[in-house]
């Protein structure tokens, strides 16, 4: 399976970016994750196939995770974005025990 994304750039704080990820076939559960340097990779957002979601606690509130079930596409939808959300944002797929992750996207957010 393949994932491929974008969406990144560079925005100033309180802005807005728009990710999408489009995977080669159907998967069960898409999301995103991003790593910040020297940090460890967190959980921004999940979504299953029947658009139950999940959302890192940081981001709450201000990001929203939606699909295209037909597309195989996730997108992510980031506003109000803080310096500190500044990160790589990696997609990442899981289905049938077995994960799979994109290409990072930059995601640069200055203040």
């Known amino acids: 399976v393949q994932l491929q994304a974008s969406g990144g750039g560079l925005v100033q704080a309180g802005g807005s970016l728009r990710l999408s990820c489009t995977a080669s076939r159907s998967i069960s559960t898409m999301g995103w994750y991003r790593q910040a340097p020297e940090k460890q990779r967190e959980l921004v957002a999940t979504?299953?196939?029947?658009?139950?979601?999940n959302y890192g606690d940081s981001v709450k509130g201000r990001f929203t995770i939606s699909r295209d079930n037909a597309k195989n596409t996730v997108y992510l939808q980031m506003n109000s974005l803080k310096p500190e959300d500044t990160a790589t944002y990696y997609c990442n797929g899981r289905s049938f025990g077995s994960a799979y992750w994109g290409q990072g996207t930059q995601v640069t957010v200055s203040s």
């Open positions: 979504i299953t196939s029947t658009k139950t979601t």
